[in-house]
């Protein structure tokens, strides 16, 4: 033992410096705000990156698309806008199925709902069925006249759109995800 040491008194309590309740609370406290500031961004950006992977999605069955154009005389093919619809038509899933193998490309990341029932959460636009992609002079006259009065034109026309409004556009608008001429995709801001 050190000879300047006092050794200690027997029953003599040394107690150690902890946390006091307050100084947890206070911890808690922030914690939780900082969370509650964290979550909402980490939520916008997952729903940007589903977005995305729709666009992604949609580009990939673009792809597939020219594919079936090129081995179909330059036409677009006949499909049924839904496959519940109940037409005589084959839904887009399957026309396109030779041409895009993962059937998963079919599925809009933020659908939960159609996809189970449809096989496919997009929608074929069946103004263009059986239409010359490459000449579109050759239109009928009933889908020139809705390319150009609706849509603004054939590079604005949308082949494919999500069945429903699944991504959040600017502001508080939601949108589709679109799938348009020369396999362009992009987001359609709806009101």
């Known amino acids: ?35 509650g ?10 729903r940007r990156a589903q977005s995305i992977r729709c666009v992604s999605n949609l580009h990939q069955l673009g792809l597939g698309l020219a594919l079936y154009v090129q081995d179909n005389n330059d036409h677009l093919p006949n499909c049924a806008q839904l496959p519940s619809l109940q037409t005589n038509l084959a839904p887009v899933n399957v026309v396109l199925a030779p ?9 809009c990341p933020e659908d939960q709902t159609i ?8 929608e074929w636009n069946g103004f263009l069925n059986g239409a010359s992609y490459d000449h579109p002079e050759n239109w009928s ?11 603004g034109g054939r590079a604005n026309t949308p082949l494919l759109t999500d069945a429903e409004a699944f991504h959040a556009a600017s502001g508080s608008a939601t949108g589709k995800n679109a799938l348009f001429f020369e396999a362009r995709a992009a987001n359609l801001k709806l009101n």
């Open 1 to 35: 033992m050190n000879r300047f040491s006092i050794p200690p008194r027997s029953g003599q309590f040394r107690p150690s410096r902890g946390f006091t309740l307050i100084e947890l609370l206070v911890v808690i406290a922030i914690i939780a705000v900082l969370a």
């Open 115 to 122: 996809f189970p029932v449809e096989q496919t959460s997009y």
């Open 99 to 107: 041409f895009v193998q993962a059937r998963a490309v079919f599925q």
């Open 37 to 46: 500031l964290l979550l909402p961004v980490l939520g916008r950006a997952k």
């Open 141 to 151: 006259p009933v889908t020139q006249s809705i390319v150009n009065t609706i849509f």
